[in-house]
């Protein structure tokens, strides 16, 4: 992995459950690593017939540095967006990880 291409900051980011005084849940997203080194590769885009309405898709994947705390039940935040990670590849032994996210035409905060 080359340094010079790891030119944005993502933040990895876990669901969690939250109850608040009346004891409903809820979802929110909590950070689990902030400002992670990262180069994006546009993978495509393309639009898909769904409920009878074009609904645009879009793909990325991302190459960080490796680490074991990444898993496909998170998401990337990357330029205000939220990336639902689909699969997680380790590049060489231990060298760096190959993150596939996908988010849907509307945010999915």
Not at 75 to 81: E, F, H, I, P, T
Request: aromatic share 8%; glycine share 10%; charged share 35%.
């Amino acid at each position: 992995m080359r340094a010079g291409r790891m030119d944005r900051k993502i933040t990895f980011q876990r669901k969690v459950e939250a109850r608040d005084g009346y004891g409903s849940v809820t979802f929110t997203w909590q950070d689990v690593a902030r400002d992670v080194w990262a180069e994006k590769v546009e993978q495509r885009g393309r639009e898909y017939l769904a409920a009878k309405q074009h609904t645009p898709e879009m793909q990325r994947i991302y190459r960080v540095r490796y680490r074991s705390d990444v898993d496909t039940t998170m998401r990337v935040l990357a330029d205000g967006q939220g990336w639902d990670i689909q699969h997680v590849a380790e590049l060489g032994r231990r060298r760096g990880l190959e993150i596939t996210c996908k988010v849907p035409g509307e945010n999915h905060g």
